[in-house]
């Protein structure tokens, strides 16, 4: 088969198993879980993609990878059920004797090199598949080019209390990378890596598999393959982007990234200009009923729920119901969860199909200087009659 050349393809890391989100995660890759309602995480990058011209993705999948391909299908939420590219699941490569798992970031784009090879692409674009925010990678691409890189990686700008928690590119003032320092005790800079890289794909094979030879490598592009580029006079620059941008790996981070879709100036909007829509696959679903006795304080009720209890500054997901009595303030509920007559959710995360029965309480209430304490119930689980789920506890 001829395959149609493409002047750059994204590959999309999306194999993670996501450990710090804990129960969220049992059952479900990090890039399915859903978020804001009526998204999955992985709707992100993917709807980028879309946004910025770029037609051809492979997403690399590996932890519990049967809901994330299912959600994937062919591409066509995300316009991406093309006959030239479009959207292809990549699982690890199957040998002839054995399969092999993705050892690292870098082995996973290795391991896919025939996937690229098809489209003969000018640049390869990196992108992880757990980060919430809306970016023009166009525009990265031709700063890229512009700048003849070797490889373009996108970097914002941390506090220095923070920079040590990254890994920190030192620029001169044209943008250049002459140094690279992961999670640096003593940080020059404040430049932190997104985990969002444009290579030459010429220069990027190369490396691949000097890096795959090497027994020592553990095959991570910000270990190993950046390191390498800039020990061998690669030309590496920055790209800074100053848009929101939040890495939903934790508990706390999910809670925050959802609640700061709330409120008449949230801090990251879902909608945005023309151009930046957010694609998913979402199921014709009838609007929701909302009874004239029920309160929605600051919140997002997405379509299907029925609400009949009250709900305050809260992410109440497709399929819910909410039953009179019920209270839920502070929190995330994921789709499909029947909320009870009685209960009360507070400051939590409650996973998809999950039924929190009659007169139950889960989580609490912090002051603001506290450590935030976020409770979870993680996916078909259910808190029995007048059971309680404490503060920060994970069920």
Wanted: aromatic share 10%; proline share 5%; hydrophobic share 35%.
């Amino acid at each position: 088969m001829n395959f149609q050349k493409k002047h750059c393809v994204a590959m999309l890391l999306a194999g993670g198993q996501g450990s710090r989100l804990m129960v969220l995660t049992e059952n479900t890759a990090k890039p399915a879980v859903p978020f804001g309602g009526k998204y999955r995480i992985i709707d992100f990058p993917l709807s980028n993609c879309v946004n910025s011209g770029i037609d051809t993705v492979g997403i690399l999948t590996q932890y519990q990878p049967l809901e994330l391909n299912e959600y994937i299908g062919n591409g066509q939420p995300w316009r991406l059920n093309r006959s030239h590219g479009g959207v292809q699941v990549l699982p690890p490569y199957a040998r002839s004797k054995k399969s092999e798992w993705y050892k690292g970031t870098a082995n996973a784009i290795y391991q896919n090199i025939p996937f690229i090879e098809r489209y003969d692409p000018d640049n390869v674009l990196i992108l992880s598949g757990d980060h919430i925010y809306k970016m023009d990678y166009a525009a990265m691409l031709r700063y890229h080019e512009q700048k003849d890189a070797d490889c373009t990686i996108a970097v914002r700008t941390v506090p220095l209390a923070e920079a040590s928690r990254f890994g920190i590119m030192n620029t001169k003032d044209d943008g250049a990378i002459y140094e690279f320092e992961e999670k640096p005790k003593h940080p020059k800079s404040t430049n932190a890596s997104m985990g969002i890289y444009i290579f030459k794909w010429s220069v990027l094979r190369e490396f691949l598999i000097a890096d795959e030879e090497d027994p020592t490598s553990e095959n991570d592009f910000g270990k190993n393959v950046i390191p390498a580029l800039l020990n061998t006079g690669h030309k590496l620059f920055a790209y800074e982007f100053r848009g929101y941008w939040k890495d939903v790996g934790t508990i706390n981070s999910l809670w925050e990234a959802n609640m700061e879709l709330l409120g008449t100036e949230p801090a990251f909007n879902l909608y945005g200009e023309k151009g930046e829509r957010i694609y998913a696959r979402n199921y014709a679903m009838p609007s929701s009923f909302i009874a004239r006795e029920s309160k929605n304080i600051n919140s997002f009720i997405a379509e299907g729920c029925e609400i009949y209890g009250s709900i305050t500054h809260s992410i109440i997901s497709t399929g819910c119901t909410v039953e009179a009595g019920a209270i839920v303030e502070d929190s995330v509920i994921m789709p499909n969860v029947v909320i009870e007559t009685g209960a009360v959710i507070r400051h939590a995360i409650i996973g998809e199909d999950c039924r929190i029965c009659r007169g139950a309480v889960i989580g609490g209430s912090f002051a603001p200087e506290e450590p935030k304490k976020i409770s979870v119930v993680g996916k078909k689980k259910t808190i029995a009659a007048n059971e309680t789920v404490k503060p920060g506890e994970i069920y």
